[in-house]
C-alpha cells in the first residue's frame, strides 16, 4: 500500500508558476509510472503529464514546453514544475501511481487533489 499526498496548489496570475509536489509513503522504486491528472469543474479528468521509473516522461498537448515532471527516487517524490500557467489550467490537479508502466485512470494509488486556479 502507499499513500500519495500531494501539494503546491494555490492561486497565481497568468503567466506565474507553481510547482507541484506529491510525496509518497514509502519507497517508489517500486512505482513504475506516477503522473498527474487534472479535472475542471464539468470537465472529465484528463492526464497532464507522466513519468515512468526510468524517466521517461509523457505531456498532455496543452502543457507541452510549459509543464516539466520528475521524480526523485531518494525523496519518494514526484513534482510538476508549472510555468506560463493559464486560466484554462485551472483545475484540481492530482497525483497517481501504479506498477505497471502506463498511467491510466484506473490507477492504483491516487493523492486527495490540490487545488490550481489561475487568474487573467
Do not use: H
Not at 502543457?63 to 526523485?72: A, E, L, N, P, Y
Not at 527516487?73 to 510538476?80: E, F, H, I
Amino acid at each position: 500500500q502507499v499513500q500519495l499526498v500531494d501539494s503546491g496548489g494555490g492561486l497565481v496570475q497568468a503567466g506565474g508558476s507553481l510547482r507541484l509536489s506529491c510525496a509518497a509513503s514509502r519507497s517508489i522504486l517500486i512505482i513504475n509510472a506516477m503522473g498527474w491528472y487534472r479535472q475542471a469543474p464539468g470537465k472529465q479528468r484528463e492526464l497532464v503529464a507522466s513519468i515512468t521509473r526510468t524517466g521517461g516522461t509523457n505531456y498532455a498537448d496543452s502543457v507541452k514546453g510549459r509543464f516539466t515532471i520528475s521524480r526523485d527516487n531518494a525523496k519518494n517524490t514526484m513534482y510538476l514544475q508549472m510555468n506560463s500557467l493559464k486560466p484554462e489550467d485551472t483545475a484540481v490537479y492530482y497525483c497517481a501511481a501504479d506498477y505497471g508502466w502506463e498511467l491510466r485512470p484506473s490507477a492504483r494509488y491516487w493523492g486527495q487533489g490540490t487545488q490550481v486556479t489561475v487568474s487573467s
